[in-house]
């Protein structure tokens, strides 16, 4: 019986300690300016694009290290415009892979749809994701996301 009791506490550790590598690998971040996020070396380590406007305030950024799978939402002052690097292209917000890492900042998938213009954007060759951009049509604002594009089954239409 001790033997037993013991056994469950070492997998009972184990399951503990697993779970908390689990939640290091998931990491959150908050900048109130561009600059603040590129002093603190953000675009350097690519969880934060280099073509966000330096105007951007707000930024919210949360990154999953092993599944390279990133999210970012930034607001931007009244009238700033934002060019989007030349390898992006307009698509359907139902075509967009899913943002997988949920936070209370993301849109919804309806919200994301009546309020973005979203585009697709090549990734880096050689990985294992796709890349999106959505900007807000009042101007106020962009995200930006890494993930795998839905397959057919998983596309609304």
Known sequence: MRERVLRVAVVLAAALAASG???????????PSMSDAVADGA????WIPDWVPAGATR???VHEVDASMSAL???LPAGAEWPLPPHCRP?????AAPQRLERPWWPEPQEMARDHDVFQCQAPPGSTYD???????????GLHWRGWSPGPDERSK
Do not use: P, T
Not at 131 to 141: K, M
């Open 59 to 61: 930024l919210r950024e």
């Open 73 to 75: 939402a930034f607001d």
């Open 131 to 141: 890349e999106f951009v959505a900007r807000r049509r009042d101007g106020a604002g």
């Open 43 to 46: 675009i350097r380590r690519g």
């Open 91 to 95: 698509i359907r917000a139902s075509q």
């Open 21 to 31: 590598c689990i939640d290091d690998m998931v990491q959150d971040a908050f900048y």
